[in-house]
């Protein structure tokens, strides 16, 4: 079975350029995890979805990030116009949900390293 | 909030010998609790979690995990390193009864194996 697929594997951009970061979770699975990687901060939860409904953007830096969801099967990441501290890896991740209850294993993509010079 | 701590941002060990890797966490009810690992240039796996029910969960690759209440602690441990386990281990809380909403990792802790 395929895993979470994430496009790019590798960006580099200027600054205020826009970058959108794609996910492809693991069919069936209902929840679906952004996270951000740095060595400063460590692993950030940005945002996840439910069903394809965001449930918690409270990770999501500022107004120039934002996260869709239009179908079970695809996610973007969006960073609109980009800086240079946005530079970092980006995680996706997805899990199989039981109404409330997860089955606590999330399935990560191989992430999305970000540039922004 | 829950959190959780990680004790050294780096442990290097020989081959063959002990690994332990530190957790402790913060919660307000019964945590759910989980060990990562993440191999150069890969996303993250599973290595093992606890769930409530035996506080000494065995995973993958040797690993074990004792959950200790008292001590608020969820140390990763393996008997015997080998150059394959050098990767970044995290150790993560769950905010929710049930498993994997809002997972909080900690900061990651780099493990060597020496030759």
């Known amino acids: 079975d395929a895993g979470v697929i994430q496009s790019p594997r590798h960006e580099v951009t200027e600054m205020g350029q826009e970058v959108t970061l794609r996910c492809k979770p693991i069919?069936?699975?209902?929840?679906l995890f952004w996270y951000r990687q740095t060595m400063m901060r460590g692993l950030e939860l940005l945002i996840y979805f439910n069903n394809n409904v965001p449930i918690d953007d409270s990770g999501m830096p500022e107004d120039r990030f934002s996260a869709k969801m239009p179908n079970a099967s695809f996610s973007t990441l969006k960073i609109q116009p980009s800086e240079p501290r946005d530079s970092a890896v980006y995680f996706c991740a997805s899990t199989r949900g039981s109404g409330r209850e997860t089955t606590g294993e999330l399935f990560f993509g191989e992430g999305s390293r970000l540039t922004v010079l | 909030a829950q959190s959780v701590t990680q004790l050294g941002s780096h442990v290097s060990v020989s081959e063959g010998a002990l690994v332990l890797l530190r957790c402790n966490y913060s919660s307000s009810v019964p945590p759910y609790l989980f060990w990562y690992v993440q191999y150069p240039n890969q996303g993250l796996q599973l290595l093992l979690k606890?769930?409530?029910?035996?506080?000494l969960v065995k995973g993958i690759n040797g690993f074990e995990a004792e959950f200790k209440k008292s001590e608020t602690s969820f140390h990763l441990t393996k008997p015997s390193a080998h150059m394959s386990d050098a990767a970044e281990y995290f150790c993560?809380?769950?905010?929710?009864?049930?498993?994997?909403?809002?997972?909080?990792f900690g900061k990651g802790t780099k493990l060597t194996v020496n030759p």
């Open positions: 993560a809380v769950s905010e929710t009864q049930g498993g994997s909403e809002k997972l909080v």
């Open positions: 606890y769930t409530s029910a035996a506080t």
């Open positions: 069919s069936g699975h209902d929840y």
